[in-house]
C-alpha cells in the first residue's frame, strides 16, 4: 500500500466514521416503533385493541381441552393426537381469533407447539394466564415475601419463555383472586393484618397487598416485554376501587362475569371505580337445565348471543355504550366431565348432571332442588362424544356455537334493533 | 252485476263487524250491589291472617251508590300469625290458579273503585289485579299502593293498559298488615269494575323523588319493599318490624334476632326487602330510584360487636335483574345508634327490586346476634 493510498484510506475513514456515528446516535434516539399489541385511547376516551397496526376485537374462548376420562392433571399439551388441531379449524370455522389458557404448565416446547399450531394453521392467538399461585396448598400469602418472590419467578419465566412467539396476545394476572381479599375464597392474613380489629379495614390492607403485588409484578413484565399488554384478572369489579390506587400500571382488566342474559351496568361501572379497558375473560352459560332435567341447547345459545350483543355494543366506536370493551372469552370450548366429583376417577367418564351452585341470573332453571341450577360439566360450547375421531373425542358443536358465529358475521345491536 | 253484488256482499260482511265493534263492553263488574246480575268474581280468596277478617257484602251503611257496600273489619290480632291478611276476588271461588276460570278482559285499561276508611287514616298496602299463580297463571300482576283512606269516599285507579288481560282469575284483591294499622281497620269498598278507556295510556315507571324511604316506622305509608327475601338459615331468624325498645327516630325501629342455630344447615341467614315480596328477579317492577346519590340507615347492636357481613342494595338477579348493586360491610355494630352510608354515585339504580338486604354468619357470631335497624332511605 502506498503512502497516497494510505492518505486515502485515511481519509475515507475520516469522512466515513462521522456519518456512522451519526446514524447510530440517530437509530438510538429514534422512537421504537409502536408494540406489536397494546391498547390505543381514543378521542372520545374509548379504549382499542391493537395488534399489528390494526383493531382487533378478542372474539375468544376459554380453552382446556381434557378428554372425556381425565381430569385437570392430563398434559393434553403432549397429547400426540393434537386435540388442538381438530378445535382450531372448528374454532376458525366460527369466527374465534383467540384462546384463553389459564395457567401454561409442563414442557414448554409442548406449549410453544400448540400456539404455534394454532397462529400458523389458523390465525388463533393466545391469551397466557397465571393463577398467581390461588390454587396451591397451603392458601396464598400474598403478604409473604417469600411466597411472592416464588410467584414473581414464576410470572417472569412464563413471560421470558413465551413472549417471542408469534401467536400470543396478552399477559392475565390471576382469574379471581380478589375473593381472598375478602376471605370468601382462599382466605390468607398476615400478622399485621390480624391485629387490626375492623373488619373492614383488613379487607382494605389485604387488598392493597394483593393489588401492589400485582402492579410490582406488571411492571417487572413491562421491563421485558414491552410487545404484550398485561391484563388484572378479577372476579367481577370487586375490589377494584383498591386496584384504582394500587394498581395503575395493569393495561386492562380481565373480569370473570356470570350476570345472565345482561352484565348490567357493568362497563359504565368499571370506568367510574378504575378507567381501564375491559376483557370479559370468563362468561357464558351451562347449556343443562336442572329444573327440567335434560340438556337445553336453546337456554345456553339465548344466554351467550345476548352477552356478546352487549359485549358489542361497549366496544370502541359505539357512541351508546361505554366503548371500554375489548372483546370476550367464553367460558367455554369444550364440556369437562371431570368437574363434579375431582377426587372421584371414576366419575371422569360420566357427564354428571348434578349442579354444583346456584346462580338466579339464570333463571330457566332456577326452581331446581335448592335452586342450584348451574351445571359445571356443561359449559361447553362444543360437546364431547365418547366415539373417537382421529383420537380424540369427537367434537359436535352446540347451537350457541351457530348462534355466536351468525352474530359474528353480522352483529345486530340492541340500538339498532330497537330504531327498527 | 258482478260488481254490486261484490259492495253488496262487502256490506254485508262489514256491518256486523262495525255493529261488534260497537258492541264492545265498555265496562266489566266485579261489584256493584249485592245482588246485583252483573257482578262477577268472588270473594273467596281469604289470605294470611284470614280469622282476623270479617266481610260484609251488603253493607247498607252509607253506600258509595246503589243500596250496599262491601264492609271489611280487619281486627289485626294476628289469629294465624302472620302478620297480614287480604282478600282475592276469583273465579270461580277459591280459585288459586289449580283450575281454569278467569276472564278474557282484552280491552280493559283500568280498573276502578271506591273505598273509604271508618274513620280515615287506615292503610291498605296494596291492592291487586291479577297475580295468581298456578297451573293456570294469570296474565298479568298489576299493584299499587299502599293507599291511606279518607272518612269519605274515594274514587281510585287502576292502571292497566298495554297490560296482557287475556287471562284475569283474580279480578281484584287487597292485603294490609298489622304493622300499618296495629290497632286493626274498618273500611268499605264500592262499584268495583274494569273500564275500558281508550285514551289511557301504559304506565312508564317514574323517577321516585328523594328521599325514597324502605323504613320510616311501622305504620308509615313512606315504606317501600317487604322483608320477604328470607335467605340461608332463615329458622334462626326473628324479624320485628315494629318495636318500640329505642328507635332512633319515629315510635318504631326494626329488631332483628339471629340465634345462630343453623336450622337449615346453612350457617349463614339474611333478609332481602323486595318489591314486590318473594321477588327474586322473577317479576318486572321495582323502582327507578335514578335520582339517588347514597342509601342511609341508622343501626346498633344489642351488645355492641355484633358483626352484620353485608349491608346491600340492588343485586338481586333473575330474569328481570336490578341494574346495579352496592355493598358494605363487614361492618361491626356499636351499642349506640349508628349511621351508615351505602355510596351510590355512578351506580345505575333506574331498576331496583332488591331495595335492601343484610346477611351474616355464625362464625362471625357464634352466639347470635340481636341488632336495630332505622331510617333506611335512598337518599
Known amino acids: 500500500m502506498s503512502p497516497l493510498s494510505l492518505r486515502g484510506h485515511f481519509s475515507l475513514v475520516w469522512r466515513t466514521v462521522p456519518i456512522l456515528l451519526l446514524a447510530i446516535c440517530f437509530l438510538a434516539a429514534a422512537p421504537r416503533g409502536r408494540p ?75 406449549v410453544k407447539r400448540v400456539i404455534r399450531d394454532l397462529y400458523k394453521n389458523y390465525g388463533i392467538r393466545t391469551i397466557l394466564g397465571s393463577w398467581l399461585g390461588f390454587w396451591e396448598y397451603p392458601c396464598p400469602f400474598y403478604g409473604d415475601k417469600k411466597f411472592q418472590n416464588k410467584v414473581k419467578k414464576e410470572v417472569l419465566e412464563m413471560v421470558s419463555l413465551y ?22 375464597v382462599n382466605p390468607w392474613s398476615s400478622d399485621e393484618i390480624d391485629k387490626e380489629p375492623d373488619p373492614q379495614k383488613q379487607k382494605a390492607m389485604r387488598a392493597k397487598i394483593y393489588y401492589s403485588f400485582v402492579n410490582d409484578l406488571t411492571r417487572e413484565i413491562h421491563k421485558i416485554d414491552s410487545d404484550h399488554p398485561v391484563a388484572l384478572g378479577n372476579g367481577e369489579l370487586v375490589g377494584l376501587e383498591f386496584a384504582n390506587k394500587y394498581a395503575r400500571d395493569v393495561d386492562l382488566v380481565a373480569c370473570i362475569i356470570y350476570r345472565g342474559k345482561t352484565f348490567g351496568n357493568l ?18 352459560a351451562d347449556c343443562y337445565d336442572a329444573y327440567l332435567k335434560k340438556e337445553d341447547q336453546n337456554m345456553q345459545a339465548f344466554f351467550l348471543e345476548s352477552q356478546w350483543r352487549q359485549i358489542y355494543e361497549n366496544l370502541a366506536g359505539n357512541k351508546d355504550g361505554a366503548g371500554n370493551c375489548l372483546g370476550g372469552t367464553i367460558f367455554e370450548w ?18 354428571d348432571t348434578t349442579s354444583n351452585w346456584s346462580n338466579g341470573s339464570y333463571y330457566f332453571d332456577i326452581k331446581a332442588e335448592g335452586n342450584k341450577n348451574m351445571n359445571e360439566e356443561w359449559f361447553g360450547i362444543v360437546a364431547l362424544s365418547q366415539d373417537l375421531e382421529q383420537g380424540i373425542n369427537k367434537r359436535v358443536p352446540r347451537k350457541a356455537y351457530y348462534v355466536v358465529r351468525e352474530f359474528w358475521k353480522k352483529p345486530i345491536l340492541n340500538n339498532k334493533r330497537n330504531k327498527k | ?73 280487619y281486627s289485626a290480632k294476628k289469629l294465624q300469625n302472620q302478620g297480614w291478611a287480604g282478600v282475592y276476588w276469583q273465579n270461580p271461588a277459591n280459585n288459586w290458579g289449580n283450575k281454569k276460570g278467569g ?31 298456578g297451573t293456570y297463571p294469570d296474565s298479568s300482576a298489576i299493584e299499587i299502593g299502599p293507599i291511606e283512606l279518607t272518612d269519605t269516599w274515594k274514587q281510585y285507579t287502576v292502571n292497566l293498559a298495554g297490560k296482557d288481560l287475556t287471562y284475569i282469575n283474580g279480578g281484584f284483591g287487597w292485603t294490609t298488615t298489622v304493622d300499618l294499622n296495629p290497632e286493626g281497620a274498618t273500611f268499605y269498598i264500592d262499584d268495583i269494575k274494569f273500564e275500558a278507556d281508550p285514551s289511557l295510556k301504559p304506565e312508564t315507571k317514574k323517577q321516585e323523588t328523594m328521599p325514597f ?23 334462626d331468624i326473628k324479624y320485628e318490624g315494629a318495636t318500640k325498645e329505642d328507635p332512633y327516630l319515629g315510635d318504631s325501629c326494626i329488631k332483628i334476632t339471629y340465634n345462630g342455630k343453623k336450622a337449615q344447615g346453612a350457617g349463614w341467614a339474611g333478609i332481602f326487602w323486595q318489591n314486590p315480596a318473594n321477588n327474586w328477579g322473577n317479576v318486572d317492577a321495582g323502582f327507578d330510584l335514578s335520582k339517588t346519590t347514597s342509601f342511609t340507615f341508622w343501626a346498633k347492636g344489642a351488645k355492641g360487636g355484633e358483626r352484620i357481613e353485608e349491608f346491600k342494595v340492588g343485586g338481586i338477579m333473575g330474569e328481570f335483574s336490578d341494574s346495579d348493586s352496592a355493598v358494605i360491610g363487614p361492618v361491626i355494630l356499636n351499642k349506640e345508634w349508628t349511621k351508615y352510608t ?38
Not at chain 1, 413472549?163 to 370468601?184: A, Q, R
Not at chain 2, 324511604?213 to 329458622?235: A, L
Not at chain 2, 362471625?364 to 336495630?372: D, L, M, Q, S, V
Request: hydrophobic share 35%; with cysteine.
Open chain 1, 36 to 110: 406489536k399489541v397494546f391498547i390505543k385511547k381514543l378521542k372520545n376516551n374509548h379504549y382499542q385493541l391493537i395488534v399489528e397496526h390494526k383493531p382487533y376485537i378478542i372474539k375468544g374462548v376459554c380453552y382446556n381441552p381434557i378428554p372425556i376420562s381425565q381430569n385437570y392433571e392430563y398434559d393434553w399439551w403432549s397429547d400426540p393426537n393434537k386435540p388442538w388441531i381438530v378445535d382450531g379449524k372448528l374454532m376458525k370455522d366460527m369466527g374465534i381469533n383467540t384462546i384463553r389458557l389459564y395457567q401454561v404448565d409442563g414442557d414448554s416446547d409442548a
Open chain 1, 163 to 184: 413472549k417471542d412467539e408469534p401467536g400470543v396476545l396478552m399477559w392475565v394476572l390471576g382469574n379471581e383472586n380478589n375473593y381472598s381479599c375478602l376471605g370468601t
Open chain 1, 267 to 284: 362497563f359504565r361501572s368499571l370506568k367510574l371505580t378504575f378507567d381501564k379497558p375491559i376483557l370479559v375473560s370468563e362468561f357464558g
Open chain 1, 334 to 351: 369444550t364440556d369437562e366431565w371431570w368437574k363434579h366429583d375431582q377426587s372421584n376417577p371414576d366419575s371422569w367418564s360420566v357427564h
Open chain 2, 1 to 73: 252485476m258482478k260488481k254490486w253484488l261484490v259492495v253488496l256482499l262487502a256490506l254485508s260482511f262489514s256491518m256486523p263487524a262495525l255493529g261488534l265493534a260497537e258492541d264492545k263492553p265498555k265496562e266489566f263488574v266485579v261489584y256493584a250491589d249485592k245482588n246485583a246480575k252483573d257482578n262477577h268474581f268472588i270473594p273467596s280468596g281469604w289470605m294470611g291472617d284470614y280469622g282476623d277478617i270479617k266481610m260484609d257484602d251488603q253493607a247498607a251503611d252509607n253506600p258509595h251508590t246503589g243500596t250496599t257496600s262491601i264492609k271489611f273489619v
Open chain 2, 103 to 133: 276472564f278474557d278482559l282484552t280491552g280493559m285499561t283500568k280498573l276502578t273503585f271506591w273505598a273509604k276508611g271508618a274513620k280515615g287514616g287506615e292503610v291498605i298496602l296494596k291492592i291487586m289485579v291479577g297475580g295468581i299463580k
Open chain 2, 213 to 235: 324511604y324502605v323504613y320510616s316506622d311501622r305504620s308509615s305509608t313512606k315504606n317501600h319493599f317487604i322483608p320477604s327475601g328470607w335467605m340461608g338459615d332463615y329458622g
Open chain 2, 342 to 379: 351505602i355510596d351510590l354515585k355512578g351506580k345505575d339504580m333506574s331498576y331496583v327490586i332488591g331495595g335492601f338486604c343484610w346477611s351474616t354468619n355464625v362464625d362471625n357470631n357464634p352466639e347470635g346476634a340481636t341488632f336495630y335497624l332505622d331510617e333506611l332511605k335512598y337518599e
